[in-house]
């Protein structure tokens, strides 16, 4: 019944309506004098035009058409990879797929003499390449880029995917001067359209098109609507942030209903949960799955032997899995060959291991449950409505004792309940084999979380020799996991450690609990500073942030206009104690500082205590949420000024 609808609707429109472009081929001298945008003056390049025109044809099978059309000033060199361009072109299998039907190019340049000449791009330097299974590249490097040329290309791509109406981004890394998005859509056609970002439209004009399609007998009106964007900012990424596709300015359609032309009966698209629920149950590749318990029957004894709580059954079937099935980092939400297949061969993508996660908990009597969800990299959720393709990521969620663990067995360093920070996205959707579907928020259940304790003496011969041991939990203790695992042994590990440190020297070190995952990750050493030449001065200046110092503030816009995301809260304490020899004492000593943020939003401490020839100076950086609003940025930027501020401060001793 879908493929005869599908089909019903591949031979039903046609558009005759032509759109206006802007000339192809073409420049202004005050675009190549261009040495600046005023509006932007830092830009290293700016959109002067882009054109964009989606509609249907149907010259010999019906397809989606999309023209695109952009002309580039670009400034320096900083931005010669705008010439560097990539299209992605959907596919779902080898007859079905998006095609670059015609791609033109042309770069305007200053030759040695003054004199504006251009350079055609060559169609044999246009390269193809699969990218994915869903996924085609295009590629072409614009010809003869260099410091105030102009670009201008423009391509069209055919599609056979009508109800994957284009999105249009307005806004891009560089700024625009005008961007324009023309679309025609059959009025049997019933859009949810939405402007996602911070900017409104400039202009919005739409236009009524009688008779506009036409297939047989059968005529239709369809609406032409102009949606522009003029002044426009870039979009400039920074730390701590989600999707960049979440906030940038853009307008996005998702077709919910249509009229069925031969019974004029309207058709709805937009499905319910519980349609969504049905099908993903009775799917081979995600409800068959969660549904083979049997294939760990036999091995669960063995697996939980000697485990008398469900808690204790529940962490070694998570061990069990992450070691026994190796991720193939291929993403999804259903299983490529199965979970018996993953169990044989012991690799699957991140469907075959966490289903099977699901499957073995059930089967040894533990209620759980699988969660789709959205990565990070991936986007937010639309949740007014069920999309299914919104979802690219599998876990589990097992109920014990009244608590609810959520579990990825893909990485064989994540604790039991700890999730990747990147499936700490907004909120994932609960699927049950014998209960509807909701939704659940994705937090951190734990704080990224360090303690680093220096004690120190300052020798004769100018060295500061001592002990420094630092104390990880949580993403803390996951993180040092991941980077020790990178290396052969904690050995190799250490011997890198110590030649990243050049004024540091490691004499011994000691590393506990890398493989208990849910301890405590504890890394001693005995450690040497090169600190001074000698002591034969009468004062010596010493800086107390030793390790960990902040290089820069990671939030440097004016103004940000979308969330500070870092997944988790964190807390990091640095406690230093040094000894003096006894011929010195302290002549300057630091400031305590104390700066917080609104809300108890977090705080950044400093304190210094002296006794005879010993001094302790602590710091502490504490950050109590994961997401943090663009109201508070201001706040949470000042914090980090402040602490690169102290981190400068110096400590002097005198002799006395």
């Not at 959205?374 to 393709?389: A, E, F, Q």
């Not at 300052?458 to 991941?482: F, H, M, P, V, W």
């Not at 939030?555 to 020899?581: Q, W």
């Amino acid at each position: 019944m879908k493929q005869f609808l599908l089909v019903f609707f591949l031979i039903l429109f046609s558009v005759v309506t032509q759109a206006d472009d802007f000339p192809y081929g073409t420049y202004k001298m005050e675009d190549m004098e261009m040495k600046s945008y005023p509006k932007s003056t830092n830009a290293h390049a700016v959109v002067l035009q882009e054109y964009g025109k989606t509609w249907v044809s149907s010259n010999e099978q019906v397809r989606l058409i999309h023209e695109y059309h952009v002309k580039i000033k670009i400034f320096d060199s900083k931005a010669f990879d705008q010439g560097n361009v990539e299209i992605v072109l959907n596919k779902s299998d080898n007859d079905t797929y998006e095609e670059l039907q015609s791609v033109e190019g042309k770069t305007y340049y200053y030759n040695n003499h003054g004199v504006v000449q251009s350079a055609d791009l060559d169609s044999k330097q246009v390269f193809a390449q699969n990218r994915d299974k869903y996924h085609n590249l295009v590629k072409f490097a614009m010809p003869n880029v260099g410091k105030g040329c102009v670009i201008d290309y423009k391509y069209t791509i055919r599609s056979p995917y009508l109800f994957n109406f284009k999105s249009w981004m307005f806004q891009s890394d560089i700024p625009k001067v005008t961007s324009e998005y023309e679309v025609h859509i059959p009025a049997v056609y019933n859009y949810n359209v939405s402007l996602r970002g911070p900017f409104k439209l400039t202009r919005n004009k739409p236009e009524l098109e009688r008779d506009c399609f036409s297939i047989a007998s059968t005529k239709c009106d369809c609406s032409k609507i102009v949606y522009a964007m003029d002044d426009i900012p870039a979009f400039e990424e920074e730390d701590y942030m989600t999707a960049a596709k979440n906030f940038i300015s853009g307008m996005y359609f998702e077709l919910t209903d249509y009229i069925n032309l031969n019974n004029g009966g309207k058709q709805k698209i937009t499905k319910e949960w519980s349609d969504i629920d049905y099908t993903l149950k009775h799917d081979e590749d995600f409800g068959g799955q969660m549904r083979k318990e049997n294939l760990f029957k036999d091995k669960l004894p063995v697996i939980t032997a000697g485990k008398t709580d469900e808690l204790a059954k529940a962490k070694a079937i998570y061990a069990y899995i992450q070691k026994n099935i190796k991720v193939n980092n291929f993403y999804g939400y259903s299983t490529d060959n199965g979970i018996r297949k993953a169990i044989e061969t012991h690799t699957g993508n991140v469907a075959d291991v966490n289903l099977a996660l699901v499957a073995a908990l059930n089967a040894a009597g533990i209620n759980t449950e699988a969660v789709l969800l959205s990565t990070r990299n991936h986007g937010i959720i639309n949740k007014l409505y069920p999309v299914i393709n919104d979802f690219n990521y599998v876990i589990a969620k097992t109920n014990i004792g009244g608590t609810s663990y959520l579990l990825d067995a893909t990485d064989p360093l994540l604790p039991f309940g700890l999730l990747p920070v990147d499936c700490i996205n907004d909120q994932g959707r609960v699927l049950s084999l014998n209960k509807p579907s909701y939704w659940i928020d994705l937090k951190a259940t734990q704080k990224k979380s360090s303690f680093m304790i220096l004690d120190l003496t300052l020798q004769n011969n100018g060295k500061l020799t001592g002990t420094l041991i630092d104390y990880s939990k949580g993403y803390e203790a996951y993180n040092g996991r991941r980077a020790i695992k990178k290396f052969n042994s904690v050995d190799e590990y250490v011997e890198n450690l110590d030649e990243k440190m050049p004024k540091i020297k490691i004499l011994k070190s000691e590393v506990e609990n890398v493989d208990s995952l849910d301890a405590t990750l504890v890394e001693k050493y005995n450690i040497e500073i090169d600190a001074y030449d000698n002591l034969n001065h009468e004062r010596l200046a010493f800086n107390p942030f030793i390790i960990h110092k902040l290089v820069e503030n990671p939030f440097k816009l004016t103004e940000r206009t979308y969330p500070v995301d870092m997944g988790a809260p964190s807390d990091s304490r640095v406690t230093l104690t040094i000894h003096l020899p006894d011929n010195y004492t302290m002549e300057t000593i630091p400031e305590n500082v104390g700066i917080r943020l609104p809300n108890q939003g977090g705080q950044f401490i400093t304190s210094f205590e002296n006794q005879n020839n010993e001094f302790t100076f602590s710091h502490l950086i504490q950050l109590n949420n994961s997401i943090y609003s663009p109201e508070e940025y201001p706040y949470l930027k000042e914090l980090f000024n402040k602490i690169i501020q102290t981190e400068r401060a110096e400590i002097i001793f005198k002799k006395k």
